[in-house]
């Protein structure tokens, strides 16, 4: 039977492949958008913030990739089909969904305005779920296997009580996404999983650490993650080698929180 598969069946390559990666204006979203050109996808970079969007698709393009900038904001549902034509006119079906964007809250949930409450659950949860749904129409009427990866965090599963309670709440929100709709989509080739990332080097965490001062003093390891370290758990979940997986989380966070 793994006679039809090579010895190491570990490929990363993705070409031919047309991914839509959301939140790629700075942080975390931006390497992914680089790394999956970079493995040979035609990359779709969507956020609000349209000049960081082209300065990214120069880059990529300098580097030999083939990139289209989208000016979505995902809290805004109306804008999510016409992201995806623009994406799909450019490049072509979009075959594999990075639900990267996301805002933190960092307030105590007794002192959060219902205005910022929408905001984090349109942005975290609804904007990613609405994408997903709008992605997998279109993989589902192609008939067309696909590839989604939804961006959580730690903070799913540990919270020490200091702000940022909804922050936590969606991104449980989200890994329990991942595995209701990798059942529903199982059937149509569609694999969907998440990363949970502990504490990376971002624009997010930066503005963080200027309010609380170095966390990593209290990690195993003292430090903080680059987040080249990952590119190889984003590109086995977007390569044909995983095609065996969905449903699942991958916690990224050096041994920073307890089991």
């Known amino acids: 039977m793994s006679d039809q598969f090579p010895l190491p069946y570990a490929s990363s390559d993705l070409t031919g492949q047309v991914a839509f990666v959301t939140g790629a204006a700075s942080g975390l979203g931006r390497r992914f958008a680089k790394v999956l050109a970079s493995a040979g996808a035609s990359v ?47 490049l072509g079906p979009v075959s594999i969904l990075v639900n990267n964007a996301g805002v933190p809250d960092a307030q105590y949930a007794a002192r959060m305005s219902a205005e910022l409450v929408d905001k ?15 992605v997998a129409r279109r993989l589902i009427a192609r008939k067309a296997p696909g590839r989604m ?44 999983n998440s990363i949970a990332p502990g504490a990376f080097r971002s624009e997010m965490l930066e503005e963080m650490l200027e309010r609380v001062g170095d966390i990593s003093k209290a990690f195993p390891r003292k430090r903080l993650g680059d987040p080249a370290q990952l590119d190889s758990t984003l590109l086995f979940l ?14 990224v966070d050096d041994g920073q929180t307890p089991r």
């Open 149 to 192: 990866v939804n961006i959580s965090s730690v903070a799913a599963y540990n919270y020490d009580g200091h702000g940022a309670a909804l922050y936590s709440i969606t991104k449980a929100a989200i890994d329990r996404m991942t595995e209701t709709l990798a059942v529903e989509w199982a059937r149509f080739n569609i694999n969907v």
């Open 44 to 90: 779709a970079v969507a956020a609000r913030r349209r000049d960081r969007l082209d300065s990214l698709v120069e880059e990529i393009t300098a580097a030999g990739g083939k990139a289209f900038a989208v000016q979505l904001d995902v809290t805004d549902a109306n804008q999510i089909p016409g992201a995806i034509d623009a994406a799909e006119n450019a």
């Open 120 to 134: 984090v659950i349109d942005t975290n949860l609804r904007g990613p779920y609405l994408l997903s749904i709008e």
């Open 238 to 251: 977007c390569a044909p080698s995983s095609e065996f997986v969905t449903g699942s989380v991958v916690k």
